[in-house]
């Protein structure tokens, strides 16, 4: 064990940086001193736009006003992802934060749906989700019931930078001590942990605990400590990002959308002021200049800058604390943002960090067990990934066939496999994605069980018809009073006088 933690020193600011240093000084408090470090010469990747629910937990407890937070972002309501051509080209189904139906002791709802589509029943499975159904006709307002079936789940798209800008308000409110500067040695002791950062401007800034926002150079975690890379892009072959801002829609639609293209996808992230797109892409099939018409030929409204590639290596670092350095952001390692994990991976790191942190000085037992979740958390979103490409039914490039015929993780085989059967689901602990996410990207990229749970049975088909239709109608019934996206936003945003 080392020496109890009084200073924790970050490297990097961006959203990890910023979101580290807010939390950590706002939770753990006065017992430690937060030091950030960052040079304004070095520039952030920001296109993390798009988020998943958790973030609102993170949101709350550091304190924040939600329409102030959706003015000051420019943020807009995200209730899914829509995936367009990614099963075949022209066919398309939405991956909500619902779920369908309603819930029924140990047995799910698409089991007593798959009974009635069995005997004739012809309403989809996302008529029942009420998420689905706001994304449809372009609508959304906090629905206040204590019925659990009108739950209307929802995340944020935002200006990444504006983001980071406003954790740094936060953080620096808190207490955090910002530094500018950029870094020219590590100082080591004899047992390889560091001791400072000694910055070109001559200043040393020593510290107890370091974490390591450097992106994806990894200056503390990698170039220092040598933590290892787990490479995965055996799996997640695509290699390659073309981000580009354009102009925003007039209408704002309430999700994310996800093109499919021969060798990638497209990303449509609707802002307040703009629109977010990019290409995620595989180097092997297309060269940087295709890439760059394909997405420029591809936007729905004018461009308002030039596009620029990022370059990245999907995996993980094998050990994302590695003696007194602590990994958060792309330095821990990069899983596409295909669904939206960018940003939740910075959050649960952190989050983790606080559950485990190390007052009275570092131990083994402390860092294995940091070590073991993290590894399982990107394990479980990895597959999930793998899913959407793995499970296609496209013919028209090499890359889809690969995908669709390579050998897949056995944790992936086990869950498709069980769901094609007999529509059994089943959460492993700490999953990010919940039952009904699964089964909607299953379903929506092909798998139609054989077989249902015969507790649906335990109604007659009559009755179970008439249940069905009634949840129908509890579903849809709040459309009507519900406004359209763009006018809850200018009410809520002016709700906010500041």
């Known amino acids: ?199 070109k401007s001559g200043q040393k800034i020593a510290g107890d605990l370091f974490i390591d926002c450097s992106g994806f150079k990894g200056l503390l975690i990698q170039e220092t400590l040598g933590a290892g890379f787990d490479d995965w892009s055996h799996w997640l072959p695509c290699d390659r990002a073309v981000a580009v801002p354009s102009e925003r829609f007039e209408h704002t639609a309430p999700y994310t959308r996800s093109i499919a293209h021969s060798a990638g996808w497209q990303w449509r992230i609707p802002l307040q002021h703009r629109n977010g797109n990019g290409l995620v892409y595989s180097s092997s099939h297309y060269d940087e200049q295709d890439a760059m018409d394909l997405i420029m030929q591809n936007l729905e409204s004018e461009p308002l800058d030039d596009p620029r590639v990022i370059r990245f290596k999907t995996g993980r670092r094998r050990k994302q604390w590695h003696r007194n350095v602590v990994s958060v952001g792309l330095s821990s390692g990069f899983l596409e943002p295909l669904e939206s994990t960018s940003i939740h991976l910075i959050q649960s790191a952190i989050v983790r960090l606080i559950q485990l942190f190390p007052h009275q000085g570092i131990d083994d037992a402390n860092v294995a067990e940091y070590n073991r979740q993290s590894k399982v958390e990107f394990e479980q979103i990895r597959d999930f990934l793998i899913l959407h490409y793995h499970l296609n039914e496209r013919d028209d490039s090499q890359f889809w066939r690969d995908l669709r015929e390579m050998e897949i993780p056995d944790t992936l085989a086990h869950k498709m496999s069980l769901f094609a059967e007999s529509g059994g689901l089943f959460r492993e602990q700490n999953d990010l994605f919940l039952e009904p996410s699964w089964m909607q990207v299953m379903m929506g990229q092909g798998i139609m069980p054989k077989d249902y749970h015969p507790i649906a049975n335990n109604m007659p088909q009559d009755k179970l018809f008439a249940m069905l239709n009634e949840i129908l109608r509890v579903k849809r019934e709040p459309l009507s009073k519900l406004p359209m996206h763009d006018a809850f936003l200018k009410t809520y945003c002016d709700s906010y006088r500041g």
Request: proline letters at 3%.
């Open 1 to 199: 064990m080392t020496k109890p933690v009084k200073k924790v020193v970050i490297l990097g600011g961006g959203t990890a940086g910023w979101m580290a240093a807010a939390l950590l000084q706002k939770v753990v408090g006065p017992i430690i001193d937060v030091e950030l470090v960052e040079s304004e010469a070095i520039g952030t990747v920001g296109v993390g736009e798009a988020t998943i629910p958790p973030i609102k937990l993170v949101n709350q407890v550091l304190g924040f006003n939600e329409a102030e937070f959706i003015k000051e972002t420019n943020a807009t309501i995200k209730l899914a992802i829509k995936f367009e051509n990614w099963k075949r080209q022209g066919e398309s189904y939405y991956h909500t934060f619902g779920a369908p139906g309603k819930s029924f002791a140990f047995c799910h709802f698409h089991h007593f749906w798959k009974r009635a589509v069995d005997n004739g029943y012809s309403e989809s499975l996302w008529d029942f989700d009420l998420n689905y159904l706001c994304c449809e006709e372009g609508k959304f307002a906090q629905i206040n019931s204590k019925d659990p079936i009108l739950d209307l789940v929802y995340a944020y798209h935002f200006d990444a930078s504006l983001y980071a800008k406003y954790l740094r308000k936060l953080a620096e409110g808190f207490g955090v001590t910002r530094t500018e500067g950029m870094v020219q040695k590590v100082e080591q002791n004899e047992q390889g942990y560091i001791e400072a950062l000694h910055l």
